[in-house]
């Protein structure tokens, strides 16, 4: 997956410019949503990619540290034009959130839930809980199932997660996790870790937003 989201950084965000009113109306919103709970805060962001969420919490944010495993998008990200002094971009693994340096009260995983194979769920939100602290603020964000979007689902026997396949512009096949959630299940993933549970399902996008204990 690492190798596809490296090949893939010069298209990334054409997903976000896919002309459905629905889809476009659901990126207000999960900005929106966003923006209400970093404003004002010094937020680490995990797989920020190119920096397409960045921007909207930069506006509002006291600081900002993404981190992305992957240094092709994280090129993209810092050529855009940052406020002074309020983004910080660095290569970072989500699993080794220890390994960033700074102090945060508010942490962002956009678009990166989904990614996560389930048997390792518990060890990235122990390990981002953990780097946060008590008392931060959450704000995740990612997709709802919609069939034929975003390439050919994939159930395999042998493995919980599931699969897309997806194809780049230079002809290349590449088949990633990419694991779907329902409301329910949802509050049963966050709820035990957090308080304030805040959960959101629509038609293109889901969030959750949440203090930690």
């Known amino acids: 997956m690492q190798d596809y989201y490296g090949a893939r950084a ?4 054409r997903i976000y410019k896919r002309e459905d009113p629905d ?3 659901g990126l207000t919103m999960l900005a929106q949503a966003m923006t ?3 404003r004002g805060q010094r937020v680490l962001e995990v797989a920020c990619g190119t920096g397409y969420w960045t921007q909207f919490a930069a506006e509002v944010a ?3 540290t993404g981190v992305d495993i992957r ?5 993209i990200a810092k050529a855009k034009p940052w406020p002074a002094n309020k983004v910080a971009l660095c290569v970072g693994d989500a699993y080794r959130l220890e390994q960033v340096e700074g102090e945060f009260e508010c942490g962002v995983a956009n678009f990166w839930f989904s990614h996560v194979p389930k048997n390792r769920i518990d060890e990235f939100l122990e390990g981002f809980h953990h780097r946060l602290g008590a008392g931060a603020s959450v704000f995740m964000a990612d997709n709802v199932y919609v069939p034929g979007r975003g390439g050919e689902l994939i159930r395999k026997d042998d493995s919980e997660d599931t699969y897309k396949r997806r194809e780049l512009a230079d002809g290349s096949q590449h088949e990633i996790i990419k694991n779907y959630y329902s409301f329910e299940e949802l509050h049963d993933i966050f709820k035990p870790y957090v308080k304030h549970l805040n959960i959101f399902v629509g038609s ?3 969030y959750v937003s949440y203090k930690l204990e």
């Open 10 to 13: 010069d298209e990334y965000e």
């Open 23 to 25: 889809y476009q109306q």
């Open 36 to 38: 209400n709970v970093v």
């Open 62 to 64: 006291d600081h900002i």
């Open 71 to 75: 240094p092709e998008v994280l090129q």
């Open 204 to 206: 293109s996008f889901w």
